[in-house]
């Protein structure tokens, strides 16, 4: 008989799948109303209230599994759960569906003024002339970020009448073909589009993508709806185009502070605004814990879960051993993802030495999840991250080779892109961890860690002295520089890397630079 905790108030509908297994006894408490036990249970189930800390899981010591009934898991020690061989799981797509209808219902109520006319109505007034609103039919609909709430949006906006335009550069054609959808760049979404929603993660990529200078390039009577995360859409900026009429009206369900202190913004008549309800339905909420309740069951029987945060418990011997290369190929993952900014169709990874002795399969999807990560709006894990892949088109395969570089192991991953490729190599030194060796067939060894510029360049005296001139000009300093070329006067590569992120001017001066290629800065 295995013991189950659930801390937080869930319905025993959504904890069916639960109740209705006979190996498992579930007790429904608060955690400090069973302080004296923790040590006997099994799993934790887990809303957003209980905080699950280091102290807790020492405490728990028979713990095996957590779940979170629900997407986010910033309560959940996720790190230290893995160290002691805890498996955490989510419900990365239980709101889903809930979210794209608040989204569509934002739409619809933004462009027929319908929560203005519902206050005008109840203060005993009948004015119809003042709120004429919009159809959306044969509107031309923008969409920033095609994960799957905004594949679910599409569907909608097309049952609609609408066209739909995606700009989303990691989509790959004949997934966006299959839709019915248009892809663009993100300058043609916001020159066509009368109807902007944004579905991207926040990344240092994503926050203020829509700020002064992209909200100047929309059309003039523009509606906008953020139901994503706050931020992408810079709350500062969009206030000068409400004013100016530019912005017709705005749906916000979520904002760069919670609750939201930008009074200014939210003042606008024109501005409809929800408290974060994108996944606030019964039938969320029910999906959210039932799905967890049924990967919580299926665990206990046996079966393999699908929505892991972490790796699949192990052994603390065999965790100690594929920790240093699994870190390192998520980062080699995300790497090569900033590095490809376009749909990638196929990833191989081919192992060799000492990291063949190991289950790659986990080192496989560690790497995969950190491709993904900054790539689409859903949570990543090292369990699903091989769906998703299949799901966006991406086919992926690891092999074993006896070539190891001349090092005692290494990681080789090939993206193939629509118009490029990528390859990069990494090793594990121990007692230095992972290193970088190689980046499309240039030798270099620099540590994949915090804020890095990759910069393609011609091999040309001169260039890494006008690099360094401009980042002292403005004050940065260059913590490690590493440097790479195939043949003198050829094609060269630098890698820098920073105490902390560099300015975007100052990677739009560096592009100016003779013989500077290109450029991509890179966030570990």
């Not at 659930?6 to 498992?24: Q, Y």
């Not at 986990?362 to 699903?384: K, P, Q, Y």
Request: charged residues 20%.
């Amino acid at each position: 008989m295995f013991h189950v905790l659930v801390s937080d108030s869930m319905s025993n509908e959504g904890l069916a799948p639960l109740l209705e297994n006979p190996h498992l006894q579930i007790i429904q408490k608060n955690i400090n109303e069973v302080s004296e036990s923790l040590h006997q249970y099994d799993a934790l189930v887990v809303r957003s209230a209980t905080k699950v800390t280091e102290d807790l899981l020492s405490k728990m010591s028979n713990l095996k599994i957590i779940a979170r009934a629900g997407v986010g898991v910033d309560n959940i020690d996720v790190e230290a759960a893995t160290k002691h061989g805890v498996i955490v799981i989510n419900a990365p797509d239980g709101n889903t569906i809930s979210t794209a209808e608040h989204t569509f219902a934002m739409m619809a109520s933004l462009v027929r003024h319908i929560p203005q006319a519902n206050i005008s109505v109840k203060s005993r007034e009948w004015n119809r002339s003042s709120y004429v609103g919009t159809e959306l039919a044969g509107k031309h609909l923008g969409i920033i970020g095609f994960g799957r709430i905004g594949s679910e949006i599409a569907k909608r906006a097309r049952a609609f009448d609408m066209q739909v335009h995606v700009f989303d550069p990691f989509l790959p054609k004949t997934r966006a073909e299959k839709l019915g959808v248009d892809i663009c760049t993100l300058e043609e979404v916001l020159k066509i589009a009368d109807i902007i929603t944004v579905h991207t993660p926040l990344t240092k990529d994503t926050k203020g993508l829509l700020g002064k200078e992209n909200l100047a390039k929309t059309k003039k009577g523009v509606y906008l709806l953020n139901c994503a995360r706050g931020g992408i859409i810079d709350e500062n900026a969009v206030i000068h185009f409400l004013e100016s009429g530019h912005v017709a009206g705005m749906a916000l369900d979520v904002f760069e502070i919670e609750p939201p202190t930008n009074q200014r913004l939210i003042e606008f008549e024109q501005v409809i605004a929800t408290p974060h309800l994108g996944a606030s339905t019964k039938e969320a909420q029910l999906n959210v814990a039932s799905q967890v309740a049924r990967e919580v069951s299926d665990f206990f029987n046996g079966k393999p879960v699908t929505s892991s945060i972490n790796l699949p418990a192990m052994s603390k011997d065999v965790y100690e051993k594929i920790q240093p290369y699994y870190e390192l190929s998520k980062k080699m993952g995300l790497i090569v993802s900033q590095c490809m900014n376009e749909p990638v169709q196929e990833i191989s990874i081919t192992y060799a030495g000492s990291v063949t002795d190991l289950e790659t399969s986990f080192i496989t999807r560690g790497l995969l999840s950190g491709f993904l990560t900054t790539r689409i709006d859903t949570t990543i894990n090292e369990v699903n991250a091989a769906m998703i892949s299949k799901e966006l088109g991406i086919t992926f395969g690891d092999k074993v080779s006896s070539n190891t570089y001349g090092y005692s192991n290494s990681i080789t991953v090939v993206a193939i892109g629509e118009t490029k490729t990528f390859e990069i190599r990494g090793t594990y030194v121990a007692h230095y961890g992972g290193r970088i060796v190689s980046l499309n067939g240039f030798n270099i060894d620099f540590s994949p860690e915090g804020n890095l510029l990759y910069i393609q360049h011609t091999d040309r005296p001169g260039v890494i002295g006008k690099v360094g001139n401009i980042l002292g000009d403005n004050e940065i300093n260059i913590a490690t520089m590493q440097v790479g070329r195939k043949e003198m006067g050829g094609e060269a590569i630098m890698m820098l890397s920073f105490d902390k992120p560099i300015q975007e001017n100052v990677g739009h001066v560096l592009k100016n630079v003779g013989d500077i290629v290109n450029i991509r800065k890179i966030d570990l």
